[in-house]
């Protein structure tokens, strides 16, 4: 069975380098949907079902932050694990993204084995293994 | 040159970081200003807080091209205007990341807009500005901050 992702990020090259960094973490069974905001992210989440949402913070539309609470906020999606990966590198952003939920929160530019040490407990489930 | 300061140390090794991580080069600091020649990508990027700082890089088109080949391999079908603006921005918004995450020492919070296209020459002012080159391959791009925080660190 395939693992779905969502990648929301305004830039082409950081969602190819997120994929190309998942692959490598072990993700080659996934299916990836890319996405440009936070606001075309919650459209797919609301007809389509993922594993994880992985987003950027910083975005035109909708934000990384603001995607973040529209999840949690919501009896559908709020158990969806949302990882943030953000060039913006200060504690205080990083508490307050936690503090709404997010599992984790990686710093641009991605180091693969920080990726694989967060993500791997997907890897490992059994669900993904059959 | 300017003498060397915290700001412009952070911002060499988030330039180093930036690129190694997601385009497998190890650019080469530049002990002083070179001419970029030829059709470049230049792109912007403000920091709004806690400093008011414009950023900017300024890429040969040449480079550009060899970095997005390196990072795509055999998904880099047909380069255009707009991958090769995206990709240029993204290496800025992740160098004044990294920088400013530095600078702040991870605590004082920051904000930064979207990178932007620069159109047109842009001319640095030595007195306002700091401006660290680097090259590839023998090519040289640069990399520059204008504003209150480089004020500040001088």
């Not at chain 1, 606001?39 to 539309?61: G, H, Q, S, W």
């Amino acid at each position: 069975m395939s693992m779905k992702i969502i990648i929301a990020d305004d830039s082409r090259t950081a969602r190819f380098l997120i994929k190309q960094y998942l692959e490598m973490a072990g993700f080659y069974k996934t299916d990836f949907i890319e996405v440009e905001n936070g606001r075309e992210a919650l459209d797919y989440l609301k007809e389509n079902a993922v594993d994880i949402v992985i987003t950027d913070y910083k975005m035109p539309k909708m934000d990384g932050l603001d995607l973040l609470r529209r999840v949690k906020a919501s009896p559908k999606l709020h158990d969806l694990p949302v990882l943030v990966i953000t060039s913006f590198a200060n504690q205080a952003k990083i508490d307050e993204l936690l503090e709404n939920g997010a599992f984790a929160v990686l710093q641009k530019p991605l180091s693969l084995a920080k990726l694989h040490e967060t993500v791997k407990p997907f890897i490992a489930s059994e669900e993904y293994r059959e | 040159m300017k003498a060397e300061n915290s700001l412009q140390k952070a911002l060499e090794r988030a330039v180093y970081q930036t690129i190694e991580n997601m385009a497998f080069e190890e650019p080469e600091i530049l002990p002083g200003p070179v001419d970029i020649n030829g059709e470049v990508i230049a792109v912007s990027l403000r920091v709004v807080s806690p400093y008011l700082l414009m950023t900017m890089i300024i890429m040969p088109r040449e480079l550009a091209d060899i970095l997005i080949r390196v990072i795509y391999r055999d998904d880099a079908k047909e380069i255009t205007d707009e991958l090769m603006y995206d990709t240029v921005g993204e290496f800025l918004n992740t160098i004044i990341g990294t920088m400013m995450g530095e600078v702040t020492h991870g605590e004082r919070i920051f904000e930064m807009g979207l990178p932007e296209r620069l159109e047109g020459k842009k001319e640095f002012q030595p007195e306002d500005s700091q401006v660290l080159f680097f090259q590839i391959e023998d090519l040289p791009f640069c990399v520059a901050i204008e504003g209150e925080a480089f004020v500040e660190e001088k």
